[in-house]
């Protein structure tokens, strides 16, 4: 089964960094997925990382650990659009299954 | 590239009657479709996977009977909430699979939700 843990919630302050963490455990691994979701929207996405390291895309940047089971997803120059629902997934072709989602308020 | 529609948007409907949503590809063909339920303050719940041509695979504790899914095309997909009861309200998300720029990038469609009275 999978077993994903991210925090509940976050607050950053605008043109801040944040970094939200996402631990995993699975039967199986094939990529790790970041996704934002804005409230009463469906999540559009924003990352995919397979290999260790760090995937810089933007303002967004994703890190992955494999062998920790561990993820992140930074945000740099936060805007006020950037409060949402960050959503960590695991799974590749054919099945995501999702984390809870952090739920992220950039204050000014 | 790569929209997903879905339709309704919005329902209402009594508890008891059945409702059908669709799920659509519009400039690419899906040979996958994923459902997914979002109940408030919740993360995505796959409920199915849909492969056009065959059977939906639905995830432990989704019935199928109640949760009918018809992948006729490639490009639509629909899942008909048979006898709804308030218990089922809840945000319905669709995506789609295909080699747009890769095979694993699921495109979301804008969801519908259903509020059962």
């Known amino acids: 089964g999978q077993n994903i843990d991210q925090p509940t919630e976050m607050t950053a302050t605008e043109g801040a960094i944040v970094q939200i963490n996402c631990t995993y455990q699975?039967?199986?691994?094939?990529?790790l997925f970041w996704y934002q979701q804005h409230a009463g929207e469906a999540p559009t996405f924003l990352s995919y990382n397979v290999l260790d390291g760090l995937e810089e895309k933007g303002r967004f940047s994703s890190f992955l650990s494999r062998s920790k089971g561990y993820s992140y997803l930074l945000l740099k120059e936060l805007q006020m659009k950037d409060s949402a629902s960050y959503l960590c997934?695991?799974?590749?072709?054919?099945?995501?299954?999702f984390g809870t989602g952090t739920k992220l308020q950039v204050i000014p | 590239g790569a929209v997903v529609s879905q339709h309704p948007s919005r329902v209402i409907c009594k508890s008891g009657t059945s409702v059908k949503i669709e799920c659509r590809s519009l400039d690419f063909q899906a040979t996958t479709m994923f459902w997914y339920r979002q109940f408030p303050k919740q993360s995505l719940m796959l409920m199915a996977t849909s492969n056009e041509g065959s059977k939906a695979t639905y995830e432990q504790g989704v019935e199928k009977d109640k949760f009918l899914i018809n992948h006729a095309s490639l490009t639509l997909s629909t899942l008909t909430v048979t006898s709804a009861h308030p218990e089922d309200s809840s945000f319905y998300i669709c995506?789609?699979?295909?080699?747009?720029?890769?095979?694993?990038?699921?495109?979301f469609g804008p969801g519908t939700r259903l509020t059962v009275t």
């Open positions: 699975t039967s199986g691994f094939n990529g």
């Open positions: 997934a695991v799974g590749g072709y054919q099945k995501v299954t």
């Open positions: 995506s789609a699979l295909g080699a747009i720029r890769t095979p694993y990038e699921q495109y």
